[in-house]
């Protein structure tokens, strides 16, 4: 079955810097990779997500990148502000359809 | 439009005491998902409901029973509650099988499960 690593497991950025959390999935038929942010003590929600024939996308500070070849897919947030501290989780379909997430990555931007 | 709710919010258990984790969405979605979400393991598929009718086991089912009840509503139960099942459970639904651009996952708030 599919297998998704995330790293890293923490990221502590200054406010406005940029941060970027990198995934890697194991199987070649997977074709839909979301991204999650979940604040404390809330539900995930999604933040962006890209399909599998498609390189890059963009939403305001956000962008996710797939390397289809490399098997992995990449998270930037730019210009982080304060509201960015979250845990962020990637995911990736697998052939049915159901997704495999990632472990997370708390993401803190400091003042 | 609440989206997907979920009862009860937090709960204690005492090993090999019983419940039922409750889920509703009002969406009319055809699948719905229960998730385990574990520190450091990201959230694991427990059960699915591909529609209504139909139940499958995900990634980690032993120790819990579901119920599709109909459409709206898709039930988790714990038989026999066990410490390892110390968690935080979500319901998720989608309009069609999850997992794809045009369905993406919508999740409850979760349960707050302990079991000492």
């Known amino acids: 079955g599919e297998n998704v690593e995330q790293h890293p497991s923490t990221l502590s950025v200054q406010e406005g810097d940029s941060a970027v959390i990198k995934c890697t999935y194991s199987?070649?038929?997977?074709?839909?990779f979301p991204w999650y942010k979940q604040e404390l003590g809330k539900r995930p929600q999604l933040i962006i997500d890209?399909?599998?024939?498609?390189g890059e996308k963009k939403d305001q500070r956000i962008a996710v990148t797939l390397n289809k070849t490399a098997k992995h897919f990449s998270l930037h947030i730019t210009e982080t502000q304060p509201e960015d501290s979250a845990v962020y989780f990637c995911?990736?379909?697998?052939?049915?359809?159901?997704?495999?997430f990632g472990a997370g990555t708390q993401v803190v931007v400091t003042p | 439009n609440a989206g997907v709710t979920q009862t009860p919010k937090f709960q204690v258990l005492k090993t090999g005491q019983s419940m039922t984790l409750q889920c509703a969405q009002d969406?009319?979605?055809?699948?719905m998902y229960w998730y385990r979400q574990d520190p450091g393991m990201g959230l694991r598929l427990i059960y699915y409901?591909?529609?209504?009718?139909?139940?499958d086991k995900g990634e980690v089912p032993n120790g819990y029973n579901v119920s599709r009840l109909n459409k709206r509503e898709f039930s988790l139960r714990l038989e026999s509650a066990a410490p390892s099942q110390t968690s935080v459970y979500f319901c998720?639904?989608?309009?069609?099988?999850?997992?794809?651009?045009?369905?993406?996952?919508?999740f409850g708030n979760g349960t707050r499960l302990t079991v000492t």
């Open positions: 998720a639904s989608s309009k069609d099988r999850g997992g794809t651009y045009n369905s993406p996952l919508h």
């Open positions: 199987d070649s038929a997977s074709n839909y």
């Open positions: 890209i399909r599998s024939n498609v």
């Open positions: 995911a990736a379909s697998d052939s049915w359809g159901k997704l495999q």
């Open positions: 969406m009319n979605h055809n699948s």
């Open positions: 409901s591909a529609s209504e009718g139909t139940t």
